[in-house]
């Protein structure tokens, strides 16, 4: 089971958060929270969205009411298992400046920097 304090937000949406500090385990917390609501797909249900130590839940309040998602996600929130944030994974995002890939030119400058000392930094 997962510690989360679970508010309104306006008249449709509500926030369950993990403490009031970012660390490892809040993080887990929030991902874990998130798959299970994710999997979950109840009608009425309209975003699941992650932050760092709360998850926001979007609902629409013609399809359902504040007390019934205040219930989903309390019950997503108990039925939590562990979430698969530890695992991490490396990206490599290929970048390309000047020559085949655009111009630069020395006289052309980004804010405060040439295009030459661009190249450099």
């Not at 009608?43 to 699941?48: E, F, H, Q």
């Not at 995002?93 to 190249?119: K, M, T």
Request: negative net charge; proline residues 3%.
């Amino acid at each position: 089971m997962l510690d989360v304090d679970i508010r309104p937000v306006g008249d449709a949406a509500v926030l369950a958060m993990f403490g009031d500090s970012i660390d490892q385990a809040s993080v887990n917390a929030v991902w874990s929270l998130t798959q299970a609501l994710t999997r979950s797909k109840r009608a009425g249900m309209l975003d699941v969205v992650p932050a760092y130590a709360s998850v926001l839940v979007r609902f629409d309040p013609f399809v359902t009411d504040l007390p019934r998602i205040m219930a989903i996600v309390r019950g997503a929130a108990e039925n939590a298992g562990e979430s698969d944030a530890a695992r991490s994974r490396r990206l490599t995002i290929s970048v390309c400046f000047g020559g085949e890939c655009g111009i630069l030119r020395s006289d052309h400058y980004c804010g405060w920097i040439s295009a030459g000392n661009l190249a450099r930094e």
